[in-house]
């Protein structure tokens, strides 16, 4: 069965350290991987995706992702965090079940970084 | 670019009434998708249109939910009648059509269900 796993409910980190924001994916076939943030009271926004190619994928506001198809996972990464990247993160997988691609979201991880 | 509009942004309502919510994607977004975003976990698809035609309500409860989409552009997402689990934030988002297309959100409405 297609599922996506983040471990992780919350992550705290300080400014200006590296940051990341682990998922992992179950899905046969070739996956297409998302990441999605989520600020207070704001609809969800894309980051990045992964559709195939280089692992390593650069997305908005200095945000990436590695795709590591050996361990199924496409975690979320930044060099240094910043106190506005806190908020609600959310990875995705679409992949093939019964003959239809469908879209899963994982629970959500808060990010929270601390001056 | 306007985005993603929903409306109404909040809705309280009693068990078993009924509630409506109406979406308008981006212009150009053939796809279309309604998900339940229960507090605490992440979004549940609830029915995806490819047009004006249903893609996946796999996860629809059809007993009690409805959406349709008539013109392939504007949807309207009904509940009749509503229960106290339906308490949420209901998102509509669009994307072109295509597997590997991202999706763009609205603001979403919050149903609260006394």
């Known amino acids: 069965a297609q599922s996506v796993a983040q471990p992780e409910d919350q992550v705290n980190v300080a400014e200006g350290n590296p940051l990341t924001v682990k998922c992992t994916y179950s899905?046969?076939?070739?996956?297409?991987l998302f990441w999605y943030v989520q600020y207070p009271n704001r609809g969800l926004q894309f980051l990045l995706k992964?559709?195939?190619?280089?692992?390593l994928v650069k997305g908005s506001y200095g945000f990436e992702a590695e795709f590591n198809k050996s361990q199924t996972s496409f975690h979320l990464k930044k060099p240094s965090a910043l106190v506005s990247d806190s908020a609600l993160y959310f990875c995705a997988v679409r992949g093939e079940v019964s003959g239809t691609y469908k879209y899963i979201f994982g629970t959500g991880t808060r990010l929270k970084v601390l001056a | 670019e306007a985005g993603v509009a929903q409306s109404p942004r909040y809705k309280i309502i009693e068990k078993r009434q009924s509630v409506a919510f109406w979406c308008n994607p981006i212009s150009g977004h053939a796809t279309l998708y309604w998900y339940q975003q229960i507090l605490g976990q992440g979004p549940k698809l609830l029915i995806q249109?490819?047009?004006?035609?249903?893609?996946?309500d796999s996860q629809l409860p059809k007993d009690r939910f409805s959406a349709e989409r008539l013109k392939g552009v504007d949807s309207t997402l009904k509940i009749q009648p509503a229960k106290l689990e339906d308490s949420a934030v209901y998102l509509c988002a669009s994307s072109f059509s295509g597997l590997h297309n991202e999706q763009f959100f609205g603001p979403g409405t919050r149903l609260t269900v006394l």
């Open positions: 899905v046969s076939g070739n996956p297409y």
């Open positions: 249109f490819q047009n004006n035609g249903v893609v996946d």
């Open positions: 992964y559709i195939t190619g280089d692992n």
